[in-house]
């Protein structure tokens, strides 16, 4: 059966709801062991607090060598300017070992993102981030034009070829969308069902 991670940081909430959109598609996958993980928060305790960052957040921090425990990985990161969090890069900042090994080689990639503006990074985060999962080796896995809430005008939403996504408006007053969800969804089940072909 296919093993797969969610793997995320947020900060204020967007990514964590999105990544159980995520594993909630995954789950849909008959048999698929799916779990959610967290990259551990580099930031300094005070400034973190300051910055009104959300410390209940339930998934379990992430060892780097776990990753070679799956499939699967589906990567959630907010966008910092246009690019994936430094908590994130951090992370895969430690996988050195992982790439010396070459124990990602053929496994499923895939990454979900989040920005506050509708033009602030939504396909920029993705298109920097997907470099490093090749060089892992992986499969990349986007969200392909069948997932068709990504074609509609009837919302501002994210969504593209290349991940699911949410816009968290300028104060991250807005909560990922009914649809945003769905995409998330989508995009879990995608990535699960490639893996079970792969590997179940
Ligand atoms: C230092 C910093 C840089 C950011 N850079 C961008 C950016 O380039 N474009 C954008 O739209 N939002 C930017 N944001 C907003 C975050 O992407 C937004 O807070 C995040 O997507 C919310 O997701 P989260 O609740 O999971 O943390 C930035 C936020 C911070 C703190």
Same mark, same amino acid.
Request: with cysteine; charged share 15%; net charge neutral.
């Given at each position: 059966? =296919?093993?797969?991670?969610?793997?995320?940081?947020?900060?204020?909430?967007?990514?964590? *709801?999105?990544?159980?959109?995520?594993?909630?598609?995954?789950?849909?996958?008959?048999? =698929?062991?799916?779990?959610?993980?967290?990259?551990?928060?580099? &930031?300094?305790?005070?400034? /973190?607090?300051?910055?009104? $960052?959300?410390?209940?957040? *339930? =998934?379990?921090?992430?060892?780097?060598?776990?990753?070679?425990?799956?499939?699967? %990985?589906? /990567?959630?990161?907010?966008?910092?300017?246009?690019?994936?969090?430094?908590? &994130?890069?951090? /992370?895969?900042?430690?996988? $050195?070992?992982?790439? &010396?090994?070459?124990?990602?080689?053929?496994?499923?990639?895939?990454?979900?993102?989040?920005? =506050?503006?509708?033009? #602030?990074?939504?396909? +920029?985060?993705?298109?920097?981030?997907?470099?490093?999962?090749?060089?892992? #080796?992986?499969?990349?896995?986007?969200?392909?034009?069948?997932?068709?809430?990504?074609? #509609?005008?009837?919302? %501002?939403?994210? $969504?593209?070829?290349?991940?699911? +996504?949410?816009?968290?408006? *300028?104060?991250?007053?807005?909560?990922?969308?009914?649809?945003?969800?769905?995409?998330?969804?989508?995009?879990?089940?995608?990535?699960?069902?490639?893996?079970?072909?792969? /590997?179940?």
């Amino acid at each position: 059966m =296919a093993k797969v991670l969610v793997l995320y940081h947020s900060f204020y909430g967007h990514i964590e *709801a999105m990544a159980e959109a995520v594993a909630k598609g995954a789950r849909e996958v008959g048999g =698929a062991k799916v779990e959610i993980k967290r990259v551990p928060e580099t &930031m300094p305790a005070d400034v /973190f607090a300051k910055a009104g $960052g959300k410390a209940n957040q *339930a =998934a379990p921090i992430a060892q780097p060598a776990e990753l070679a425990n799956y499939d699967a %990985i589906v /990567f959630g990161t907010p966008t910092r300017f246009g690019n994936m969090t430094g908590q &994130m890069r951090n /992370f895969l900042d430690q996988t $050195g070992a992982l790439w &010396m090994s070459g124990a990602l080689v053929g496994k499923v990639g895939s990454v979900f993102t989040s920005s =506050a503006t509708q033009h #602030g990074g939504q396909e +920029s985060t993705i298109l920097t981030f997907i470099p490093t999962l090749m060089h892992h #080796g992986m499969i990349v896995v986007g969200l392909p034009y069948a997932e068709q809430r990504q074609m #509609g005008l009837d919302e %501002i939403k994210g $969504g593209s070829p290349y991940c699911a +996504s949410t816009i968290a408006g *300028a104060s991250g007053e807005r909560m990922p969308s009914e649809q945003e969800l769905g995409m998330a969804a989508f995009q879990g089940k995608h990535v699960t069902t490639i893996a079970t072909k792969l /590997f179940g």
